[in-house]
């Protein structure tokens, strides 16, 4: 195991926390953590000198072998740190891929994975050459050569992210045929929240999707979809996603876009919380930052806390979850451990599907296009009635809100 001396900046609050559990999550032992205030950042090292200094010569005095950094480090500062140090320097972005790395046991997981990787590293190639430059014995008039190897590196990332980009570009179109396979009067819902909130369990509860659900953070980067039967006599598809964490690095949400874009295509979404952790309201924010930056902002949010066998009632804990309770359509409490709240929850699912779908009064002109619309009806609306005239047809149905505000100009009622 490695062992790391941990860089966060004062007011982070419990990020420090969170960054010593990414950090065992890739098996590296935190020794010591450096809270330090940051008034002025410096361009060349992000902190100032002497605690610049201070940081390298404890890492160096108790046998570190890397230090790590909670705010993101630029190229050219991560350089330096190792320049002056002599050990690996990486940052919070560069643990989260490579738990994400080590968490994708599928192609396209994978994929996912490697893009963000690669893009990551793009910009940080002079750093990899420094290295593979100091284990040859590389001196000053090994300069030229290291240039070129460096352009040459470079040609085979971009040539890398380029085929990886159109393999996803595959996945993504394979994805819309196998939702176009689901399509239909069913509705959907995707499962979405923090990583580690119970997200996988759920779905395992309510589906038995058989999903193997870990107390540990992305143990889903692979989505799954499972029917679910409800009481009422209808059916739900529900889909368990990737989970969100603060600071999730932009080129891994790129790059895991067909994956999240279940979230964005399902009819409404169900927000799981754990109810337990001091940081609930942190994990909400995030978690709602994360939707609006993939196109799912205006989704329609069912909000479920869980782990209620776990929680405490102290007065942080319940400013915490009122705060949120305040600002959501519809929540429910439960736990998927015990069991307590899931008929409630099951429910109010119910409900929020009736209430999603509105019957409508749609007139559609009687040429091509206005059967076009109606064949898209009868693939995605539950069809009530239907009367065909000579210059158009009046169609009775149950529909979803993104039916109903992309054809608003045909609704009669």
Known sequence: MDRAVLVTLKGSGKLADELITLCESVDIETIKIFTVPLNKPSAAWLLGSGKTREIIDYALDYEADMIVFNPALSPSQQRNWEKESGLCVIDRHEIILEIFSSRATTREASLQTGLARMEYSLPRL???????????????????????????????????????????????????????????????????????????????????????????????????????????????????????????????????????????????????????????????????????????????????????????????????????????????????????????LLAEMERFIRENRIESLFRFPADGRGYKLLSELHSKCEIISEDHEDSYIEVRAVCPDEIRNRYAGYILD
């Open 126 to 344: 002079t750093r990899a050459w420094t290295h593979l430059s100091r284990q040859r014995g590389g001196t000053r008039g090994t300069r030229g050569e290291g240039e070129t190897q460096l352009e040459i590196d470079r040609r085979i990332v971009l040539k890398k992210i380029s085929r990886m980009k159109r393999e996803l570009e595959e996945v993504k179109k394979q994805r819309a045929i196998q939702r176009a396979k689901r399509a239909g009067t069913v509705p959907s819902a995707c499962i979405v929240g923090y990583t580690n909130a119970g997200k996988s369990s759920l779905l395992n509860l309510l589906c038995d999707a058989g999903i193997k659900a870990e107390d540990k953070l992305f143990a889903t980067l692979d989505p799954t979809t499972r029917s679910l039967k409800l009481s009422g006599g209808g059916s739900l598809t529900l889909t368990d996603t990737v989970g969100f964490i603060r600071d999730l690095p932009h080129k891994l949400v790129q790059a895991f876009h067909s994956t999240l874009e279940e979230a964005v295509l399902a009819d409404f979404l169900i927000h799981v919380i754990d109810s337990s952790d001091s940081d609930a309201e942190a994990h909400y924010r995030t978690t709602l930052a994360t939707l609006k930056e993939i196109g799912a902002g205006e989704k329609r949010i069912m909000t479920v806390f869980n782990k209620i066998d776990c929680f405490t009632e102290d007065e942080s804990n319940l400013i915490n979850i009122k705060g949120i309770q305040l600002e959501t359509e519809q929540s429910t409490f439960c736990s998927v451990k015990t069991g307590e709240g899931i008929d409630q």
